[in-house]
């Protein structure tokens, strides 16, 4: 009798890569268990992690390629998927040209080690320029806004937590969705050694959110308003003379343009736009500057506005000017296992913009705006007629969900690459099965550059690919072989760890190395803080730019923005996004386990105070609207809103069959009511706008859903 054999992997879900003991038998997957030996992530691994298992297991995976016929989809074979693909992209491009088609690649690929240079290959074959991805969703302003004050868009200062004194944490929420770009395993931990040693731990949201009670000082702020709060803080540091001017005169450049910009949004003229008064937000800026070692970190929170750009380069002016950048206890720069600044590096090229049918585009690390897709295929003179879609759902993570679903159906050819069905699916006209992470090989790449502790992991398979799923390197190769009309042959196929063996010489170690090891990591060490400004910086005078050139028009927005903010009327609803421990996009929609009897669905959560001012009790089902659309849904009273404030999860709403737990518990798509478009996005940035968007809403008859849901409680 087979004996159960244990394998060590990590997780590939977020940033941290949890180390994971899998246990097998038979060569299934038995259990997955925190890794408690791991030299880093040390025995944690948050439920999301653990709850891939069933994913892993879940019967409504895609099993095999399916191609639409009519409103149902058949079972075809991989040659015949391949075939198909190949020749219609290269007809579409016979008649349209190449412009006919269009790439969009989705967040889990960011933890998928392997498929990026398989797609970028791809792209390269087929000679594509419409490009889009996940990344103008949530964190394109922090590689815009990075490469216009470090010179490159991989260097992002991390927060020195262990060491800091006071931290200054902005639109996230660590205790549900950890920290991105920030690859700390369990930052609840870390922040509540902080707080035990006497540092301060102070949020800045729109919401007293999970992580603020018991670790920390909330400052509520209005939605969308973080920049003026930034420019007050700064403008205090400059007016009162908190300015560290040894710091600033050795590591930055154009510190006077700095000054001039902020001077602008002075802590009586924002107040009120920002939600604080004058006194609080210049006692903050006081605090910050004033304490010994203070660090500044900020989330999709902030991204997701419509100046995310601009935030992300104010963060780090206020770190720089009150001498906390690069120091410890202050914001340092993680090198990982490979050199990624200079991998990142503009070489002093300032952003390329091209005209376009819908003004001047640039692309950030090589994606348009997202925000566009849906135009260029609906509106463009020279329409996109074609599009492959890789471990994405566009259809619900896009705003404007009615527009991109018009879109889908205007495409000539849609090719969806997944492990699930999903909303986008629903229209491929080919549908291909991707491995799930136990699947697939694999390093932790996803944290390059950003881990509070860098350490370098190698997973193998844990087990054959089931059925006639293949990883997405493959697929990837596969299909170019296809376009390129050669016959297909496994032995000409990639190395697809030929690049990372490359990047990993560079800490002394390779793929065999790894793999080899009882434990397959490697602890690599931490640089010393001042390396920032030694040998990090990728600016042409190796100073960091505290007013770029580049953002001119960015910072130009900031006035006509605050303008329309001061403008708004005082019930003015604004809705934002609200993340959840039961749900992660909408990959996480179909398990069954994060199904709770409080979280069998999204419903808008709202303060009391504003429900009742129009009559609604807690469940009351409302219609909750926009200029961009509509949807009916439950409230439930949130006393942890600001008043004025709304708020939805995302990731719901995949309304199709196939899906069995997700057509359950469907939910509602909360970016029915996001803005899409030319002027939804940040143009320096592509960033596109998710949050602080206005709505309103009235009530509604209840859903039939909400009648059956009181009848069982």
Known sequence: MDQPETKRTFCRVCEPSCGLIATLEHGEIKSILPDKEHPVTKGFACHKGLAVLDIHKDPDRLRWPLRKNGDTFERISWEAAAATVGEQLRGLQARYGNNALGIYSGNPLAFNSTAGPAISSFVSAIGSRRNFSSGTQDCANKFAASEAVFGSSTIHPVPDIQQTDLMLILGANPRVSHMSFVSIADPVAELRAAKKRGARLIFVDPRQNESVTGLGELRQVKPDSDVYLLSAMLAHCFQEGLIDQAATRAHGENLGALEAFVAQYPAERVASVVGLTAGEIRTLASDF???????????????????????????????????????????????????????????????????????????VRGSLPGNLMADMILDDPDPIRGLIVISGNPLLSIGNSARMQAALEQLEFLVVIDIYPSATSDFANITLPATDMFERADINLAGLGLQHKPFVQFTEALVAPGFERKPEWEIMARLEQAYLNEPENDTELPDPFARLDHMLGASDTSISALSAALMPVKVLETTAPESLFESVIQTDTGLVDCCPETMAAARDRCEAIFKSLSAEATGQLKLISRRTNYMLNSWFHNVEQLKRPKHLDNPLYIHPSDAQSRQLQDGSTV??????????????????????????????????QRMKTAAKHAGTNANVLLPSGPGSFEPFSNQSFMTGIAVDLQPAKPLAADSARRDTQ
Do not use: C
């Not at 304490?291 to 963060?315: E, H």
């Not at 952003?351 to 692309?363: A, I, N, V």
């Open 289 to 363: 500057a004033a304490a010994d070692k203070a660090s500044i970190y900020m989330s999709t929170g902030v991204n997701m506005g419509r100046q995310g750009a601009v935030a992300y380069w104010l963060i780090y002016m206020l770190s720089l000017v009150t001498g906390n950048l690069g120091r410890a206890g202050g914001n340092r720069y993680a090198n990982g296992f490979y050199p990624a600044a200079k991998a990142g590096a503009t070489r002093g090229q300032p952003p390329r913009y091209q005209d376009s049918s819908f003004g001047k585009l640039r692309t």
């Open 623 to 656: 219609k909750l609207f926009n200029e961009f659309g509509a949807l009916t849904t439950r409230i439930a009273f949130d006393e942890t809103l600001r008043p004025g404030v709304v708020a939805m999860t995302h990731g719901w709403g995949n309304q199709g």
